[in-house]
């Protein structure tokens, strides 16, 4: 009896231990919570980040391009990682390249058909704190003597105060227009195998100050839907176009005059990816027998631009008023370029004029130029195209010339 109760009696307790709440551990009740906090933590500091313009990876433009990007724009959907160097706890360097291989001929005379290196260009960017970055543009590139040289084409440091106001200090592109700040020095980005001869690099013989010296402020303007932005630059400016001499002034000016850059452009919510705008600059120029040379250069630009469709619109007026004289230089150039993606292929349309008088005292080599170009581009790769392009080009002093060029352009 006494072993039957006894029996009886434990069942209950078993009973009553398996049906009763197990007991909190606050050890693991604490972990939870911890780890909580940090996903809360984190996704705090990527939209700190994100406001304040402090961004590690290169992020997929909007169709149009900012005037003055801080990183080499990168299609939509393509978004290749870059290659890091972390230096202790120091700043993450991020390098990435950038080059092309052309085959060209053309029926003008003297002209032999060739092969040819592009531009290898490494980008380099680094993001030294919340609110600093800096970036680079090393390029190697072969000249008409067959020698490779290497330009840094761009340095810039920056520091981001907020969306209204990111000061840079350093070589950039100048804000003239749209092309100048939208496509630097990869032609893998660029529809066509060149830029449009008015935005042309000086050392290739360009008419416009592409690179300055100097410091640039950026930024948005409260306007609501319209969109607008800023920049502001102030630099050395060029030399005066002699041949004998480095275009860009990167140590020494010479003069003491400064150039300085004004643009302002909108970016309608109404429409994604339209652009418009205006920009104006000014410098002194002193060549040598010659008087001293007020220079003007006045840019308008209405682009469109979405991952099919392109449509590209720029004129320049660029005035030379040699100083103590009536003497004014007025030489005007435009382009247009369209282009519509089918798949994998883009074909595309370009037409450009520049009307330079022969007299012009900073670039009468140039006169003249026009004509139509036509092209194809194919992406075959996620980070690889080719290209071919026609050319038709007319100048004053001789009859048209008819050319092709054939591109390869990768990144890396």
């Given at each position: 009896m006494l072993a039957m109760w006894i029996i009886l009696c434990g069942g209950q307790v078993a009973s009553a231990q398996q049906?009763?709440?197990?007991?909190?551990?606050?050890?693991?009740?604490?972990?939870?919570?911890?780890?909580?906090?940090?996903?809360?933590?984190?996704?705090?500091?990527?939209?700190?980040?994100?406001?304040?313009?402090?961004?590690?990876?290169?992020?997929?433009?909007?169709?149009?391009?900012?005037?003055?990007?801080?990183?080499?724009?990168?299609?939509?959907?393509?978004?290749?990682?870059?290659?890091?160097?972390?230096?202790?706890?120091?700043?993450?360097?991020?390098?990435?390249?950038?080059?092309?291989?052309?085959?060209?001929?053309?029926?003008?005379?003297?002209?032999?058909?060739?092969?040819?290196?592009?531009?290898?260009?490494l980008f380099i960017t680094s993001v030294i704190s919340r609110r600093i970055d800096m970036l680079s543009e090393l390029v190697f590139e072969a000249d008409t003597t067959n020698t490779i040289g290497v330009d840094l084409e761009r340095l810039l440091f920056r520091y981001s105060f907020n969306d209204y106001f990111k000061l840079s200090a350093g070589r950039y592109h100048t804000a003239i227009g749209f092309y100048s700040t939208a496509y630097h020095h990869s032609t893998w980005m660029q529809t066509a195998t060149d830029r449009p001869f008015i935005y042309a690099f000086?050392?290739?013989?360009?008419?416009?100050?592409?690179?300055?010296?100097?410091?640039?402020?950026?930024?948005?303007?409260?306007?609501?839907?319209?969109?607008?932005?800023?920049?502001?630059?102030?630099?050395?400016?060029?030399?005066?176009?002699?041949?004998?001499?480095?275009?860009?002034?990167?140590?020494?000016?010479?003069?003491?005059?400064?150039?300085?850059?004004?643009?302002?452009?909108?970016?309608?919510?109404?429409?994604?990816?339209?652009?418009?705008?205006?920009?104006?600059?000014?410098?002194?120029?002193?060549?040598?027998?010659?008087?001293?040379?007020?220079?003007r250069i006045m840019a308008v630009h209405f682009v469109y631009q979405n991952s099919h469709f392109e449509f590209l619109n720029e004129g320049i007026l660029i005035s030379h008023a040699l100083v103590n004289t009536p003497i004014i230089f007025k030489t005007p150039a435009f382009y247009t370029q369209i282009s519509h993606s089918i798949g994998l292929f883009r074909p595309y349309f370009r037409y450009q004029f520049l009307n330079a008088s022969s007299s012009e005292p900073i670039f009468g080599d140039v006169g003249r130029q026009n004509g139509p170009s036509f092209g194809l581009k194919y992406d075959f790769g996620e980070y690889a195209n080719l290209k071919a392009q026609y050319d038709r080009s007319g100048t004053r002093t001789s009859n048209s010339t008819n050319g092709i060029t054939t591109q390869l352009s990768f990144t890396f």
């Open positions: 049906v009763a709440p197990p007991t909190p551990d606050p050890q693991q009740d604490a972990i939870k919570t911890l780890l909580q906090r940090i996903d809360q933590l984190e996704s705090r500091v990527k939209e700190l980040e994100q406001k304040q313009g402090i961004v590690a990876e290169p992020i997929p433009p909007a169709p149009a391009k900012s005037m003055q990007e801080t990183m080499e724009p990168v299609p939509p959907a393509v978004n290749p990682g870059l290659g890091n160097i972390q230096l202790g706890n120091g700043p993450s360097l991020k390098i990435r390249g950038f080059s092309d291989v052309l085959w060209s001929d053309s029926d003008q005379k003297s002209m032999t058909n060739s092969f040819a290196l592009g531009q290898m260009n000086e050392d290739e013989g360009g008419i416009l100050p592409i690179h300055n010296v100097g410091l640039s402020a950026e930024g948005q303007i409260p306007s609501g839907q319209l969109g607008l932005h800023y920049v502001a630059e102030i630099g050395n400016g060029r030399t005066s176009r002699s041949k004998l001499a480095e275009p860009v002034q990167n140590k020494i000016d010479e003069n003491n005059g400064k150039a300085f850059n004004i643009a302002l452009f909108a970016r309608p919510e109404a429409v994604r990816g339209l652009q418009f705008g205006f920009s104006y600059y000014h410098d002194k120029l002193t060549p040598d027998g010659l008087p001293n040379i007020r220079e």
